[in-house]
């Protein structure tokens, strides 16, 4: 989970199971402290992801870092 330092209200975390066997999805939930009950957006994506972290420097991005050891950036605009 991270904070984005610009928007301290907007929270993103990453899911993903941790069974190596098994072959899973993995989720980018964005999440507002002014709505908590449910994500404002949801991103899929084909494989576990293990990490998120948002831009220091441009507050629309977030680096995820998945399973196999890809990493991705997400403009989440």
Do not use: H
């Not at 301290?8 to 964005?30: H, I, M, N, R, S």
């Not at 507002?32 to 293990?50: A, D, H, Y």
């Not at 995820?64 to 890809?70: A, E, L, S």
Request: glycine share 6%.
């Amino acid at each position: 989970m991270d904070f984005n330092s610009w928007n301290p209200d907007l929270l993103v975390a990453c899911y993903g199971g941790f069974e190596v066997e098994k072959t899973q999805t993995g989720k980018l939930c964005l999440w507002t402290l002014k709505s908590p009950k449910w994500p404002e957006r949801i991103i899929e994506t084909e494989t576990r992801i293990t990490s998120c972290k948002f831009s220091n420097t441009n507050p629309n991005l977030v680096a995820i870092g998945d399973f196999n050891g890809v990493i991705s950036v997400f403009d989440i605009r």
